[in-house]
């Protein structure tokens, strides 16, 4: 058994739409265990592998359950923070689970949820030197982004803040899943890449650069789609939160070494002919992260501070009259 103090792990899990990917954090942050697992599909299956997971991790460790002292978890789809409850994690064949409740009924641990972008967003804050605000963009099947700002997840007023996905910038362009026409997602979002090539394949994107590269004209359209839509999802992010930093996380930062170069590229030449986009140095402020980072397990193991922690807005609150 490792020396780890009462009640000091925090249980963190990433569930996707193959895998759950889990860690287990020490009272310092450091990396205590970790695992990975095939995801279900359903609400039961979804909840079983949870419980799973948490208690893999736990058998890992060879700690009493009692050394726990939470579990976290984020998921994709529309998350009630407050209680866990799940919503249409469309993905994962879940239309409503309340799965706090039920890793809590479980275990017998304080379970918290997050929207998996969100906790990956707090992750990645989390393994930064510094509290700038900063940004995490997550190009995976989808695009969307979280904020931190003031060191804590931003949501906004109903939960949309950083949804930069459905940001449309090409009015011809192609039709999203969301009813409007050229939203970024739909320019570099891997699903919407992967149909626009149609030539199937287990990597598409991966095989949409090895084309660009052999010279094949569609390829090339859509590899610069890829970075024109990245480079407006940064745009966007920078111009409405002035983020410092935009962390770029992924399934498509696989394939970093051959997508940030252009990224780059396509930022520089956006701002060639703008003084005013030139000054605030986009290009400088996007940062990939290394493939397969487990950064959404990490941000997940930090909800219990992130989400218990009482409003800075009401202690800082003036007394009036
Ligand atoms: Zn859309």
Redesign the pocket.
């Given at each position: 058994m490792i020396g780890v103090a009462q009640g000091g792990v925090r249980i963190g899990l990433d569930v996707g739409g193959t895998k759950i990917a889990g860690i287990a954090l020490g009272d310092d942050g450091s990396r205590l265990g970790s695992i990975r697992r095939r995801t279900g599909w359903g609400d039961a299956a979804v909840l079983e592998g949870a419980v799973a997971a948490a208690t893999e991790l736990i058998d890992q460790l060879g700690a009493p359950v009692q050394s726990i002292r939470s579990i976290g978890i984020g998921i994709p789809g529309l998350i009630d923070t407050a209680t866990g409850l799940v919503l249409h994690a469309v993905n994962l064949g879940v239309a409503s689970l309340p799965l706090a409740a039920g890793v809590q009924a479980a275990l017998g641990v304080p379970c918290f949820v997050e929207n998996d972008v969100k906790a990956a967003a707090l992750g990645a804050a989390s393994l930064r030197q510094d509290t700038e605000p900063m940004a995490y963009l997550n190009l995976g099947t989808g695009v969307a982004a979280g904020l931190i700002i003031g060191g804590r997840i931003w949501r906004g007023a109903r939960g949309t803040a950083g949804e930069v996905?459905?940001l449309?910038v090409d009015p011809q362009g192609r039709v999203?899943?969301?009813?409007?026409r050229g939203?970024i997602?739909?320019l570099c979002g891997g699903g919407a890449l992967a149909r626009a090539w149609g030539r199937g394949g287990e990597l598409p994107v991966r095989d949409i650069l090895d084309a660009a590269d052999a010279g094949d004209e569609t390829a090339v359209g859509l590899r610069d789609d890829l970075f024109r839509g990245t480079a407006a999802a940064v745009r966007a992010l920078v111009l409405s939160a002035d983020v410092e930093t935009v962390v770029i996380g992924g399934g498509l930062t696989a394939l970093a070494p051959r997508i940030e170069p252009g990224i780059r590229a396509w930022l520089r030449r956006d701002a060639a002919e703008s003084p005013f986009l030139q000054s605030l140095r986009l290009d400088e402020r996007i940062e990939l992260l290394p493939a397969d980072s487990p950064v959404a397990a990490i941000g997940a193991a930090l909800l219990s501070s992130a989400l218990a922690e009482i409003d800075p807005f009401e202690k800082e609150m003036p007394v009036h009259g």
């Amino acid at each position: 058994m490792i020396g780890v103090a009462q009640g000091g792990v925090r249980i963190g899990l990433d569930v996707g739409g193959t895998k759950i990917a889990g860690i287990a954090l020490g009272d310092d942050g450091s990396r205590l265990g970790s695992i990975r697992r095939r995801t279900g599909w359903g609400d039961a299956a979804v909840l079983e592998g949870a419980v799973a997971a948490a208690t893999e991790l736990i058998d890992q460790l060879g700690a009493p359950v009692q050394s726990i002292r939470s579990i976290g978890i984020g998921i994709p789809g529309l998350i009630d923070t407050a209680t866990g409850l799940v919503l249409h994690a469309v993905n994962l064949g879940v239309a409503s689970l309340p799965l706090a409740a039920g890793v809590q009924a479980a275990l017998g641990v304080p379970c918290f949820v997050e929207n998996d972008v969100k906790a990956a967003a707090l992750g990645a804050a989390s393994l930064r030197q510094d509290t700038e605000p900063m940004a995490y963009l997550n190009l995976g099947t989808g695009v969307a982004a979280g904020l931190i700002i003031g060191g804590r997840i931003w949501r906004g007023a109903r939960g949309t803040a950083g949804e930069v996905g459905h940001l449309s910038v090409d009015p011809q362009g192609r039709v999203c899943g969301c009813g409007q026409r050229g939203c970024i997602e739909t320019l570099c979002g891997g699903g919407a890449l992967a149909r626009a090539w149609g030539r199937g394949g287990e990597l598409p994107v991966r095989d949409i650069l090895d084309a660009a590269d052999a010279g094949d004209e569609t390829a090339v359209g859509l590899r610069d789609d890829l970075f024109r839509g990245t480079a407006a999802a940064v745009r966007a992010l920078v111009l409405s939160a002035d983020v410092e930093t935009v962390v770029i996380g992924g399934g498509l930062t696989a394939l970093a070494p051959r997508i940030e170069p252009g990224i780059r590229a396509w930022l520089r030449r956006d701002a060639a002919e703008s003084p005013f986009l030139q000054s605030l140095r986009l290009d400088e402020r996007i940062e990939l992260l290394p493939a397969d980072s487990p950064v959404a397990a990490i941000g997940a193991a930090l909800l219990s501070s992130a989400l218990a922690e009482i409003d800075p807005f009401e202690k800082e609150m003036p007394v009036h009259g």
